[in-house]
Each structure stands twice: as C-alpha cells, then as structure tokens.
C-alpha cells in the first residue's frame, strides 16, 4: 500500500531527527576528542533516560526504580564478559535480556499499585537490587565493583582502545538505532493505546483493551533500552559499580527527563545531555558546592519552563509559526 | 465481529447506594435498531453505562448473543463486542485525529483507519489535529469512528447529537443510517431530539425514572400524543 501524504511527512520528519542527532553525535567526536569517556556515559545515560520515558512520559506510570533495569543490564553483560562472552553487540544483548526480564518482574509488582504505593514501590525495587548486588560480591564485586572486562574488538576489527573512540561510536551507532525503533513503537496504535491510557485509563477500558498487558509490555520494552544503556556503560568503562543499580541514578534520571520534558523521546536526549554538561562544567569549575548551582539551575528551568526544554522549545516554534501565519494573511 | 442480538432481563443497577434503574428488561435482535427515549435524568445514560459495565448492577442479567456477559468488566464486553458512544465523547484531547483512531483498532491494521475517513470525511481533513483543536461535531465523528473501528457488535449512541449544528446532526444522521442499513452492528440510540430518534429506530423504549413505561413502534408513538406529552413534554409530532 503506498504510503500517505502524513506518512511520509511524519517519516520525513523522524529521519530528520535522526541525522540530528548523528550530525550533534560526530561534532561531539570532532569537538571533543578527550572527553570520549564522558560523552559514553552521555549516551547511556540517554538510552535509560528513554527507557523511563516510556513509561512515566507514555503511559503515566511514576518511577523512582528505573536503576534497577540500567544495573540489571549492566551486572548481566558485566558477569557475562567476566566469564569469557567478549563479543560487544552480544554483551549488549545480554543487557537488552536482563534488563527485559527486569522490566518484566518490576511491572508486575509496580502496577499491582497506583499514584504514591507504586513510586514506594518503585524504590523498594531498586534498593532491594542495589541490596542484592553488595551481598552478592562473590558475583558482582560488591562495592568494590565488577571488574576484569575486556572485551572483544567491536566486529573483531575495532579495538576499545583508550581514548574510548570505538566505545563512543558503537554507542552513538546504538542510540541511532535505538531511537529509530523507540519512534515506531510510540506512533504504532500500541504507542496510542499508551498514550491514550495515561489521559484516560476508563475509555481505553470502553474500547475493549486491558491495561496491564499493554502497561507490562511497555515495562518490558523499557527495560530492554534500559538494561542496553547499562550495559554499553559496562563496555565503555570495563568496571560496574554499585552505584549503577541505585536510587541515586534512578532519581537523577528523572529529573533529567523532567528537565528535558517528558513524552517526546527527545526530550529525554536534550534533558540528559544539558543536565550531564551542567555536571560536568560547573563541577570542574567548583568542585565543593556544584550541587548547589546544578540545583539552583534546575530550580529556574523547572520554574520558567515547566514543560521541560523540548516543551518550551515547541511552545516557542509554535508561536513563531502562528505569528509568521498571521503576518501573510 | 457480527452483529448480535442484546437481551437485558430485570436490569436494576446504579451508582453506591443510589438505584437508578429498577426492573429493565428489552430485547434487541441483531441488526435491529432500538430508540432509548426520556427526558433529562430518566436514566438513558446509566442505562447505556450500565451495559457497558461501568455502574453497580444490583440485579438483572445481559446477554449478548446469546452468551451472558453480566459478570464480565468492561474491557471484557468492549472486547466480546459491546461499544460505547458516550455523551461526553471523550476523545483523548493530546492525541492528533489519527493517533486517536490508531487507539481504537484493537489489533486491526493500520490502514483500517481509512474506513473512518470514508464514514466522516470532514475527519480526514483533519487527521493531524490534535483532539482538542476540534469542533463539538468533529469530536463526536472521531469518538463514533474510534468505536466503530473496533468493529463491535453493539453500538451505543449516547445523545450523539446533544449541542450540534443542523448541518453536523444531519451529516452524522446520515452516517448513522449507513452503518443501521449495514446491518453489521445493533444499535441502541439514546437522543433528545424526537423526530431523529423515532425516524432512526424500528422500535421505541421510554424511560421514566429508572422504569421503561412505553415500548413499542415508532409510528404508534407519534400517533399517541398523550404518552408524548406525558413522557416527552411535547404535545405531539406534525
């Protein structure tokens, strides 16, 4: 069947986005050459910053326990490289896996509840995995973290080499792929149906769909881009700590998704990258009190922009449209 | 999913405590059409939500086609075939046109979608509008072509024409009867505007405080001006 008109726009717009995104990913490797590592960790952080998008953006569901699937997918490819599986694009696998089975056994617990129990709930998980990790050290390292990972050259050509360029653009190549498929599932009818039940889970009742499938299904997607992210960092860094499966990372995730604005997969890229580099920056210009100015700027977003900075951003080019429309009339 | 016949038995059912509707029983056979009249507060609209699941039923019984569905919730009707228009439309406001007919396919194709453009096309034109950049009358198209899409057996139009224009109640009119001259669905239609709903219907229920107290054809209710007046508040058609 040819593709619509509408189609066609909405696919022109997606590929557009991604060149984006690749074009700001490449200046980031031209740009920057010494802070590879750090623009690694960018990345993952974006894939598990999309992976909460799903659910609190999609489908209106609280968490405070996204950790708990980054750190399921990073432990998973961590031990698996420890034990001799070296291949890069199988590690990631085996993260996207145990993140999937994590997002599996979090949903079927977390939407048992709603509102507060369910963000209780949420956290329960994530301080009980964090929990788990540190007794199990025998496996994990425990809070000396998991460490003798070396993995296998990307495509048995392109070796993880100390700079972190092969680990840079095997992350930005993941992402690219990544939000590619994340933009399908969220403008498929199941996408709608998400979308539909955070507005009103009633009518979506009235139409014959049951929620908590949808909801898990979506539970068991995000935790698959989530347990990716913490498994790219487990490549990228040859070492997971504890602190991969922790409240703190989980909390900080929302906030960058709030910063960025939620319910738009772009706003989770530009909310991670903004509230990475504002770390970054003004934590070597101030290394005592950045907590402090990071919180001071985060305070004035939320306050002048409550709808995150992709929101806003829209808000604006709308107006700007409406404004050059009522010009030519 | 064909249409089917729709069996309610000593229906009584409400909302906590408050009984609304006391002792409904009315049959509908498949494909047939049936006109829900009263005036405001009747019941029309708990009796619609009532076979969708969505009050307290108290006693009574509903089947469909033949299987009894009053233990079920209400997704599970929706899914065994029952579709609910309500009267407050309800179309999901942050959704374009299209992203809330996506929602209603059930599993169908995406290029199902084109028979809601084919039934209102006035939504085709505005397939990328959000939900709440829409008319009254473009809403109650995109919340009747959501259900439809579903492909249900039953199809409940609650007051679908409540605040419209003419012209807008005469182009979903227009559709409604397409869909009746279908034959695929049963409907059930509960309106305020008399000379719609009997013009529509092969057969009339009259609710009058929870109670059906008149049934019967189109044509001998307008030929009974005293049911009218007393029922309806009007003294008669001409």
New interface residues.
Partial sequence: ?PMTA?ASRTVGRDLLGLALIALVGLAGYWLFPDNLAFLTRVISVALLVLSLDLIVGYCGVASLGQGALYGAGAYAAGIACVHGITDPVLLILIGAGAGAIMGLLMGAIMLRAHGLPQLVLSIAIVQLLHEAANKASSITGGSDGLSGMSPAPLFGVFEFDLWGRSAYLFGLGLLLIVFAVLRFVTR??FG??C??LK??P??????????FPVLLKMFVISGTVAGMGGALAAIATQVVGLDSVSFEVSANALVMLVLGGIGHLYGALIGTVIFMALEHVVAAINPFHWMTLVGAVLIAIVLFAPRGLSGTLDELARMLTRDRWRAGR | MPAADLDVRNLSAGYGQTHVLEDVSFSVPAGGRLSILGRNGMGKTTLMASLMGLTRRYAGSISLGGQDVTALGTAARAHGGIGLVPQTREIFKGLTVEENLFAGLKGRPRAAIEEAYALFPRLGERRRNLGSQLSGGEQQMLATARTILGQPSVLLLDEPLEGLAPVICDMLMEAFGRLAASGAMTILFVEQRLESALAFADDVIILERGRIVWSGKPDALRADADVLERYIGVGGLH
């Fill in positions: 069947m509408s498929s009818p709608m149906v979308r539909g507005e009103d009633l009518r979506i009742s009235a139409l014959g769909i049951y929620a």
